[in-house]
Protein backbone atom coordinates (compact mmCIF):
# COMPACT_ATOMS: atom_id res chain seq x y z
CA UNK A 1 0.00 0.00 0.00
CA UNK A 2 1.49 3.21 -1.00
CA UNK A 3 0.56 5.51 2.01
CA UNK A 4 2.43 8.65 0.77
CA UNK A 5 0.06 8.76 -2.21
CA UNK A 6 -3.01 8.17 0.28
CA UNK A 7 -2.02 11.22 2.52
CA UNK A 8 -1.33 12.90 -0.77
CA UNK A 9 -4.95 12.17 -1.80
CA UNK A 10 -6.18 13.15 1.68
CA UNK A 11 -4.74 16.72 1.69
CA UNK A 12 -6.48 17.32 -1.67
CA UNK A 13 -10.20 15.98 -0.62
CA UNK A 14 -10.14 18.23 2.82
CA UNK A 15 -9.71 21.38 1.20
CA UNK A 16 -12.97 22.38 1.22
CA UNK A 17 -13.55 21.48 4.99
CA UNK A 18 -10.59 23.84 6.50
CA UNK A 19 -13.17 26.54 5.81
CA UNK A 20 -15.24 24.95 8.58
CA UNK A 21 -14.92 24.69 12.35
CA UNK A 22 -13.55 26.87 15.21
CA UNK A 23 -10.51 27.44 16.61
CA UNK A 24 -10.43 26.67 20.82
CA UNK A 25 -10.64 30.93 21.94
CA UNK A 26 -11.37 29.94 25.43
CA UNK A 27 -7.92 30.16 25.82
CA UNK A 28 -6.52 33.36 24.16
CA UNK A 29 -3.37 31.92 23.18
CA UNK A 30 -4.76 28.96 21.39
CA UNK A 31 -6.82 31.50 19.57
CA UNK A 32 -3.66 33.06 17.66
CA UNK A 33 -2.99 29.97 15.86
CA UNK A 34 -2.91 30.20 11.52
CA UNK A 35 -6.55 28.51 11.17
CA UNK A 36 -5.64 27.05 7.61
CA UNK A 37 -2.91 24.80 8.79
CA UNK A 38 -3.21 20.59 7.91
CA UNK A 39 -0.32 17.85 8.79
CA UNK A 40 -0.85 14.47 8.67
CA UNK A 41 2.13 11.57 10.03
CA UNK A 42 2.10 7.89 9.92
CA UNK A 43 4.56 6.32 12.14
CA UNK A 44 5.69 2.57 11.02
CA UNK A 45 6.95 -0.04 13.75
CA UNK A 46 10.52 -0.38 11.52
CA UNK A 47 10.88 3.56 11.66
CA UNK A 48 9.27 4.29 8.48
CA UNK A 49 7.72 7.82 8.27
CA UNK A 50 4.96 9.19 5.59
CA UNK A 51 3.81 12.76 6.34
CA UNK A 52 1.99 15.82 3.94
CA UNK A 53 1.79 18.94 5.40
CA UNK A 54 3.52 21.24 8.26
CA UNK A 55 4.72 18.06 10.17
CA UNK A 56 7.33 20.57 11.89
CA UNK A 57 5.00 22.88 13.23
CA UNK A 58 4.16 22.30 17.29
CA UNK A 59 1.28 23.10 18.32
CA UNK A 60 0.18 22.75 22.52
CA UNK A 61 -1.12 18.78 22.63
CA UNK A 62 -3.58 19.84 25.42
CA UNK A 63 -5.94 16.61 25.82
CA UNK A 64 -3.43 13.95 24.21
CA UNK A 65 -1.65 15.00 27.12
CA UNK A 66 -4.03 12.47 29.46
CA UNK A 67 -3.34 9.51 27.31
CA UNK A 68 0.37 9.52 28.59
CA UNK A 69 -0.34 11.04 32.44
CA UNK A 70 -3.14 8.00 32.53
CA UNK A 71 -0.18 5.34 31.21
CA UNK A 72 1.73 6.58 34.05
CA UNK A 73 -0.88 6.75 36.70
CA UNK A 74 -2.57 3.06 35.43
CA UNK A 75 1.00 1.41 35.83
CA UNK A 76 1.69 2.54 39.53
CA UNK A 77 -1.50 2.06 40.59
CA UNK A 78 -3.38 -0.17 38.41
CA UNK A 79 -6.81 -1.68 39.35
CA UNK A 80 -6.65 0.61 42.83
CA UNK A 81 -7.05 4.14 40.71
CA UNK A 82 -10.48 3.07 39.41
CA UNK A 83 -12.03 3.58 42.40
CA UNK A 84 -10.91 7.19 42.05
CA UNK A 85 -12.07 7.90 37.42
CA UNK A 86 -14.49 5.31 36.12
CA UNK A 87 -13.42 3.91 32.57
CA UNK A 88 -16.63 4.36 31.13
CA UNK A 89 -17.94 6.86 28.31
CA UNK A 90 -18.99 10.11 29.39
CA UNK A 91 -21.53 10.88 26.90
CA UNK A 92 -20.91 14.73 28.00
CA UNK A 93 -18.74 17.44 27.34
CA UNK A 94 -15.33 16.92 28.27
CA UNK A 95 -15.77 19.70 30.64
CA UNK A 96 -19.17 19.19 32.26
CA UNK A 97 -19.68 19.44 36.06
CA UNK A 98 -23.45 18.23 36.19
CA UNK A 99 -22.44 14.73 35.59
CA UNK A 100 -19.72 15.07 38.20
CA UNK A 101 -21.89 15.99 41.07
CA UNK A 102 -24.48 13.62 40.09
CA UNK A 103 -21.74 10.96 40.72
CA UNK A 104 -20.22 11.98 43.85
CA UNK A 105 -17.04 13.63 42.65
CA UNK A 106 -16.02 10.46 40.58
CA UNK A 107 -15.31 11.22 37.00
CA UNK A 108 -16.73 8.63 34.41
CA UNK A 109 -13.67 8.30 33.12
CA UNK A 110 -9.71 9.82 32.62
CA UNK A 111 -10.13 11.60 29.47
CA UNK A 112 -12.46 14.33 30.25
CA UNK A 113 -11.30 17.32 32.21
CA UNK A 114 -12.51 15.83 35.69
CA UNK A 115 -10.88 12.54 34.72
CA UNK A 116 -7.18 14.02 33.99
CA UNK A 117 -7.23 16.17 36.89
CA UNK A 118 -8.09 13.31 39.37
CA UNK A 119 -5.10 11.28 37.26
CA UNK A 120 -2.71 14.42 37.70
CA UNK A 121 -3.52 14.51 41.45
CA UNK A 122 -2.87 10.51 41.85
CA UNK A 123 0.53 11.30 40.30
CA UNK A 124 1.14 14.35 42.86
CA UNK A 125 0.29 11.74 44.93
CA UNK A 126 3.77 9.43 43.89
CA UNK A 127 6.41 12.47 42.29
CA UNK A 128 4.97 15.51 44.27
CA UNK A 129 7.30 18.59 43.14
CA UNK A 130 8.87 16.76 40.24
CA UNK A 131 5.30 15.38 38.80
CA UNK A 132 5.21 17.45 35.67
CA UNK A 133 9.23 17.11 34.76
CA UNK A 134 7.98 12.92 35.27
CA UNK A 135 5.34 13.41 32.52
CA UNK A 136 7.27 15.35 30.47
CA UNK A 137 10.29 12.50 30.75
CA UNK A 138 7.73 10.02 30.23
CA UNK A 139 6.99 12.22 27.04
CA UNK A 140 10.52 12.33 26.00
CA UNK A 141 11.23 8.73 26.00
CA UNK A 142 7.72 7.21 24.13
CA UNK A 143 8.43 9.64 21.35
CA UNK A 144 12.35 9.48 21.79
CA UNK A 145 12.49 12.85 21.16
CA UNK A 146 14.74 14.87 24.28
CA UNK A 147 13.52 18.34 22.72
CA UNK A 148 9.97 18.16 23.91
CA UNK A 149 8.81 21.21 26.29
CA UNK A 150 6.07 23.19 27.12
CA UNK A 151 4.59 26.63 25.99
CA UNK A 152 4.69 28.65 29.34
CA UNK A 153 2.34 31.44 27.41
CA UNK A 154 -0.07 28.88 26.73
CA UNK A 155 0.02 27.54 30.37
CA UNK A 156 -0.07 31.44 31.78
CA UNK A 157 -3.00 31.85 29.62
CA UNK A 158 -4.96 28.50 30.96
CA UNK A 159 -4.07 29.54 34.41
CA UNK A 160 -5.63 33.06 33.70
CA UNK A 161 -8.68 31.88 32.07
CA UNK A 162 -9.47 28.56 32.93
CA UNK A 163 -12.26 28.62 35.74
CA UNK A 164 -14.29 25.77 34.87
CA UNK A 165 -11.14 23.22 35.33
CA UNK A 166 -10.84 25.65 38.34
CA UNK A 167 -14.78 24.61 39.42
CA UNK A 168 -14.17 21.13 38.28
CA UNK A 169 -11.10 20.72 41.15
CA UNK A 170 -13.31 22.14 43.88
CA UNK A 171 -15.89 20.16 43.26
CA UNK A 172 -14.08 17.27 43.31
CA UNK A 173 -12.41 18.21 46.08
CA UNK A 174 -15.60 18.62 48.20
CA UNK A 175 -15.61 15.29 47.18
CA UNK A 176 -12.60 14.09 49.05
CA UNK A 177 -11.22 12.78 45.56
CA UNK A 178 -8.47 15.44 45.44
CA UNK A 179 -5.53 14.33 47.97
CA UNK A 180 -3.21 17.30 47.07
CA UNK A 181 -2.85 20.87 47.04
CA UNK A 182 -5.07 22.10 44.53
CA UNK A 183 -2.56 24.51 43.16
CA UNK A 184 0.09 21.79 42.92
CA UNK A 185 -2.36 19.89 40.91
CA UNK A 186 -3.79 22.22 38.55
CA UNK A 187 -0.73 23.85 37.58
CA UNK A 188 0.60 19.99 37.22
CA UNK A 189 -2.52 19.55 34.69
CA UNK A 190 -2.09 23.12 32.86
CA UNK A 191 1.16 22.51 31.80
CA UNK A 192 0.71 18.75 30.86
CA UNK A 193 -2.00 20.48 28.31
CA UNK A 194 0.19 23.12 27.26
CA UNK A 195 3.27 20.46 25.75
CA UNK A 196 4.30 20.99 22.58
CA UNK A 197 4.70 18.77 20.10
CA UNK A 198 4.65 18.45 15.84
CA UNK A 199 2.92 15.49 14.62
CA UNK A 200 6.11 13.27 13.79
CA UNK A 201 6.97 13.55 17.49
CA UNK A 202 3.40 12.80 18.29
CA UNK A 203 2.36 9.85 16.16
CA UNK A 204 6.11 8.38 17.25
CA UNK A 205 4.96 8.66 21.19
CA UNK A 206 2.20 6.67 20.54
CA UNK A 207 4.20 3.87 19.20
CA UNK A 208 3.84 1.93 21.90
CA UNK A 209 0.24 1.59 22.35
CA UNK A 210 0.06 0.41 18.85
CA UNK A 211 2.46 -2.33 19.32
CA UNK A 212 1.01 -4.40 23.06
CA UNK A 213 2.72 -1.71 25.16
CA UNK A 214 6.34 -1.81 23.79
CA UNK A 215 8.26 0.54 21.75
CA UNK A 216 9.14 -1.03 18.30
CA UNK A 217 11.48 1.63 17.98
CA UNK A 218 13.61 0.84 20.52
CA UNK A 219 12.26 -2.12 21.60
CA UNK A 220 11.47 -0.89 25.39
CA UNK A 221 7.91 -2.52 27.27
CA UNK A 222 6.68 0.84 28.31
CA UNK A 223 3.63 -0.44 30.11
CA UNK A 224 2.42 -4.15 30.15
CA UNK A 225 0.36 -5.49 27.28
CA UNK A 226 -2.94 -5.80 29.36
CA UNK A 227 -2.55 -1.85 30.18
CA UNK A 228 -1.83 -1.11 26.88
CA UNK A 229 -5.17 -2.91 25.96
CA UNK A 230 -6.80 -0.74 28.20
CA UNK A 231 -5.84 2.36 27.64
CA UNK A 232 -6.87 1.98 23.75
CA UNK A 233 -9.86 0.53 24.83
CA UNK A 234 -10.79 3.96 26.48
CA UNK A 235 -9.37 5.40 23.78
CA UNK A 236 -11.70 4.09 21.47
CA UNK A 237 -15.00 4.67 23.57
CA UNK A 238 -13.57 8.17 25.67
CA UNK A 239 -10.86 9.69 23.67
CA UNK A 240 -13.46 11.75 21.89
CA UNK A 241 -15.82 13.36 24.52
CA UNK A 242 -19.27 12.95 23.52
CA UNK A 243 -18.44 12.46 19.58
CA UNK A 244 -16.53 9.00 20.85
CA UNK A 245 -19.25 7.18 19.28
CA UNK A 246 -19.07 8.98 16.08
CA UNK A 247 -15.46 8.83 16.06
CA UNK A 248 -15.77 4.97 16.37
CA UNK A 249 -18.42 4.65 13.70
CA UNK A 250 -16.39 6.96 10.69
CA UNK A 251 -12.74 6.14 11.61
CA UNK A 252 -13.12 2.90 13.39
CA UNK A 253 -9.37 3.36 15.12
CA UNK A 254 -8.74 4.00 19.32
CA UNK A 255 -7.34 8.04 18.93
CA UNK A 256 -7.47 11.04 21.29
CA UNK A 257 -8.03 14.55 20.20
CA UNK A 258 -6.98 17.64 21.81
CA UNK A 259 -8.28 21.15 21.57
CA UNK A 260 -5.10 22.02 20.62
CA UNK A 261 -5.83 20.48 17.09
CA UNK A 262 -4.33 17.05 17.05
CA UNK A 263 -5.69 13.67 17.02
CA UNK A 264 -3.51 10.80 17.40
CA UNK A 265 -5.06 7.40 16.39
CA UNK A 266 -3.55 4.03 16.65
CA UNK A 267 -3.82 1.10 14.06
CA UNK A 268 -2.60 -2.07 16.44
CA UNK A 269 0.11 -4.05 15.26
CA UNK A 270 0.98 -1.69 12.34
CA UNK A 271 1.27 1.89 13.22
CA UNK A 272 0.65 5.40 14.76
CA UNK A 273 -0.97 8.31 13.46
CA UNK A 274 -1.24 12.63 14.18
CA UNK A 275 -3.39 14.80 12.04
CA UNK A 276 -3.39 18.47 13.08
CA UNK A 277 -5.48 20.80 11.94
CA UNK A 278 -6.44 23.80 14.76
CA UNK A 279 -10.37 24.26 13.67
CA UNK A 280 -12.45 22.13 16.00
CA UNK A 281 -16.22 20.89 15.23
CA UNK A 282 -18.57 21.59 18.13
CA UNK A 283 -17.51 18.75 20.54
CA UNK A 284 -14.40 19.87 20.29
CA UNK A 285 -12.32 17.75 18.18
CA UNK A 286 -10.56 18.91 15.38
CA UNK A 287 -12.95 18.95 11.99
CA UNK A 288 -10.55 18.45 9.42
CA UNK A 289 -8.46 15.73 11.49
CA UNK A 290 -11.75 13.71 11.98
CA UNK A 291 -12.42 14.15 8.34
CA UNK A 292 -8.99 13.09 7.36
CA UNK A 293 -9.12 10.13 9.70
CA UNK A 294 -12.29 8.94 8.04
CA UNK A 295 -10.78 8.50 4.70
CA UNK A 296 -7.46 7.21 5.67
CA UNK A 297 -9.46 3.89 6.89
CA UNK A 298 -11.64 4.17 3.81
CA UNK A 299 -8.88 4.32 1.47
CA UNK A 300 -6.97 1.70 3.57
CA UNK A 301 -9.33 -0.15 5.31
CA UNK A 302 -7.42 -0.28 8.37
CA UNK A 303 -10.32 0.20 10.90
CA UNK A 304 -10.56 -2.32 13.48
CA UNK A 305 -13.62 -3.63 12.77
Known amino acids: MNYQTILEEIEKEIQPFLKEGKVANYIPA ?17 GTSYNVGDTDLKFSIQSISK ?11 GKDLYKRVGHEPSGNPFNSLVQLEYENGIPRNPFINAGAIVTADSLVSIYKDITFNTILDFIKKTSNDDTITYDEEIFKSELAHGFRNFALINMIKSYHNINNNIDDVIDTYFKQCSIMMNPVELAKSMLFLANHGVNPITNEQIITESKAKRINSLMLTCGHYDASGDFAYKVGLPGKSGVGGGIVAIVPKKMAICVYSPKLNLQ ?3 LVGTKALELFTTKTGLSIF
Open 284 to 286: GNS
Open 67 to 77: VFTFTLALSHY
Open 30 to 46: LANVDDKKFAMSIQLFD
